[in-house]
């Protein structure tokens, strides 16, 4: 696990055992891990889960987050790539040969099937 990874994650853990875990300023896949995390601490407390089973949940929970934050990173560089690439591919539309515009146009998703598309 990466060490950021497991930072946060240590963050997020405290803040999940206090009595009202406030999940402000999260996005969506750490208010998910920190409020489910809380809610199993919470059975855990009142003897509903087993050490074990509280165990094995945060566990789990950690595995999602990390995908989480793993396709976050992974959508945030494709879209980094995307607004690098538009300048060429605007230019290649309106001036490349007819092969480069029909690869814009696949490239952008405007041609999907394989008939071509004028």
């Avoid at 601490?41 to 074990?52: D, F, K, L, V």
């Amino acid at each position: 696990m990466k060490q950021e990874y497991k930072e946060e994650i240590e963050k997020l853990t405290e803040r999940a055992k206090k009595r009202e875990p406030k999940a402000d300023g999260l996005n969506i896949g750490e208010k998910f891990f920190t409020e489910l995390l809380h809610l199993y601490i919470e059975q855990y407390r009142i003897n509903q889960i087993t050490a074990e089973e509280l165990i094995m949940k945060k566990k789990q929970l950690e595995k999602d987050l990390i995908n989480y934050w793993d396709w976050a990173e992974i959508f945030k560089l494709h879209c980094e790539i995307r607004n690098r690439q538009s300048a060429t591919l605007i230019e290649a539309e309106k001036n490349g040969c007819p092969i480069c515009k029909r690869l814009v146009r696949i490239f952008d998703g405007r041609e999907t099937s394989n008939v071509r598309q004028e």
